[in-house]
């Protein structure tokens, strides 16, 4: 998986859930937390990646 997909993915989690944007020694923490598993939110981003690639706004 590309760093930059895991570094989006982290950065939602921190959006999704209020909190501010933190290292990355933070995330399992806030991982324990979380509803929606980290494979999934990292899905939907490389997703929507490729959606917006496809078509810009």
Do not use: Q
């Amino acid at each position: 998986m590309p760093l930059f997909a895991i570094g989006t993915a982290s950065h939602e989690l921190c959006i999704r859930h209020g909190e501010r944007h933190t290292e990355s020694a933070d995330l399992p923490r806030r991982l324990g937390r979380l509803s929606t598993p980290l494979a999934e939110v990292v899905d939907a981003t490389l997703k929507r990646n490729a959606d917006y690639e496809a078509d810009p706004i």
